[in-house]
């Protein structure tokens, strides 16, 4: 690990406390979600513990939903009727940051409207200007914010890893594929401990053949 990285973390907000919402919009509860605010909980004390800077996420919407996207509109128009959406305003309970993961002082917290956290918003500038090089994003969910922001982080040349511990979505499936999906893209996915050791060289990327690939894939390319 070098001084020069960053945690991010994503989106734990109080909206995923909020199961009858999410499941009149057909979204399962996340899956362990208990230990993975604990895991976050921890991994946050350790990287203030040792001067990593941290930025805190945000996902909210206008109260009048003039900013959602045309498919949240239709989920919306579809749901049961007068169900809102639970990405709220920023003001609402449910856009509130879990109080097991509050930011402290000198954390940095931003505002999205979309998945990714880089889109319309001041991030990268912030990383900039803090000189950071490399990114651990965490938080929820892995196959939407978490991996979309990772995506961005990527092409705009920051070393990004994700933690498989402290990272989670609505379904074990989902979060398997989508860290599998990471790792294909050179993203460095581990237990966070090890991201933050001190001699941390984020590298089983490129030194682990077939990373991110199925059994089926690697006998495929051995053919």
Not at 92 to 107: E, F, M, N, R, T
Not at 119 to 134: H, K
Not at 160 to 181: K, M
Request: with cysteine.
């Amino acid at each position: 690990m070098t001084a020069r990285t960053a945690l991010i973390m994503i989106d734990m907000q109080n909206m995923y406390l909020q199961h009858e919402r999410r499941s009149a919009l057909g979204w399962p509860p996340i899956w362990e979600f208990e230990r993975v605010v604990a895991e976050c909980a921890t991994l946050l004390a350790a990287a203030r513990e040792a001067g990593i800077p941290v930025i805190y996420t945000r996902q909210t919407s206008r109260a009048d939903g003039a900013d959602m996207t045309p498919s949240m509109r239709r989920l919306l128009a579809d749901a049961p009727a007068a169900e809102e959406s639970p990405i709220g305003a920023e003001s609402d309970w449910g856009s509130h940051i879990l109080d097991a993961v509050a930011p402290a002082p000198g954390d940095v917290v931003i505002e999205k409207h979309r998945w990714d956290a880089f889109f319309n918003t001041d991030l990268d500038q912030i990383l900039r200007n803090l000189d950071v090089t490399r990114l651990v994003v965490a938080g929820l969910q892995t196959n939407v914010c978490v991996e979309t922001t990772s995506r961005t982080g990527m092409m705009k040349n920051f070393d990004v890893a994700v933690p498989e511990d402290a990272v989670s979505t609505d379904g074990e499936a989902l979060h398997h594929s989508a860290l599998d999906s990471l790792r294909v893209l050179y993203v460095e996915v581990a237990p966070w401990r090890e991201l933050l050791a001190p001699d941390a060289a984020w590298e089983r990327r490129f030194t682990t053949p077939g990373y991110g690939r199925t059994a089926a894939d690697l006998a495929t390319i051995g053919a």
